[in-house]
């Protein structure tokens, strides 16, 4: 399966190029839609758990399936243990849906960014310098931002608090990936954050996964706006 880029219809003598506006569109579109089906996703969950008579269906429908009785007692019995924890997984999905989406968006960019410079004039590069901006997804987000700033030669001017939001999505990112939420070395001295302490779980709530999200979108429609202006005059790109 293939997920085409949106269309974006563009007039002669337009200021923009229109692959940028491309790829960051359908980057808020995902992002919109995985906020909403995971949000409609945890609602409706509780709201049919809640009523003791549903649950006799929902194991029906989990046995049929394939899943064994012995597994599911034991596993509503973890649960039950470990509700804490899960009740926040939900934010969990959006947090790491956020991070991927963030690196397929610059990465595209790159991609784009790199063909263009033959054809725009943009700052030169050095062999270190280049290399790392070819491998722009496995940096670091504030890196990521400085290494598309150095190849175009363009100050993007995101706010101090759109930079310290990506910065700790990805930090809690990491820690939701390899260390099951819990608050390490690495993160304490990392992240600006001073409410935790090694071992504590990093919970997410909504009010913060929603600044998250809120720094994402706008640094996504600022950058894209930059670059599509000043390279308005590359060819057309795919």
């Not at 943009?122 to 901006?133: D, G, I, R, V």
């Not at 504030?142 to 100050?155: K, N, P, R, V, Y």
């Not at 979108?217 to 795919?238: F, H, M, Q, W």
Request: glycine residues 4%; contains cysteine; charged residues 25%.
């Amino acid at each position: 399966m293939k997920i085409p880029l949106p269309n974006v219809i563009t007039m002669p003598g337009a200021s923009v190029h229109p692959y940028p506006f491309k790829v960051a569109q359908q980057t808020l579109e995902f992002m919109q839609c995985t906020l909403f089906y995971n949000t409609v996703s945890d609602i409706s969950t509780g709201e049919f758990v809640k009523y003791p008579e549903n649950m006799p269906k929902l194991k029906h429908i989990c046995l049929q399936r394939g899943l064994d009785e012995g597994v599911w007692e034991s596993a509503w019995g973890y649960l039950e243990k470990y509700r804490v924890y899960f009740e926040k997984y939900v934010f969990q999905d959006v947090l790491i849906a956020m991070n991927s989406h963030w690196d397929w968006y610059v990465r595209k960019l790159s991609k784009f960014i790199y063909n263009s410079r033959q054809y725009v004039p943009s700052p030169k590069l050095n062999l270190k310098q280049e290399q790392a901006f070819k491998r722009i997804g496995f940096a670091s987000i504030e890196l990521q931002i400085s290494l598309l700033e150095l190849a175009t030669g363009i100050t993007f001017g995101l706010t101090k608090n759109h930079i310290d939001n990506l910065k700790e999505m990805a930090f809690v990112r990491n820690l939701c990936l390899h260390n099951r939420m819990e608050v390490d070395d690495k993160y304490k001295h990392n992240s600006i954050s001073t409410n935790f302490e090694v071992d504590d779980i990093r919970v997410i709530d909504n009010k913060e996964l929603l600044s998250w999200h809120d720094s994402f979108n706008e640094s996504v429609r600022i950058t894209c706006t930059d670059i599509a202006k000043k390279y308005v005059g590359s060819p057309l790109y795919i």
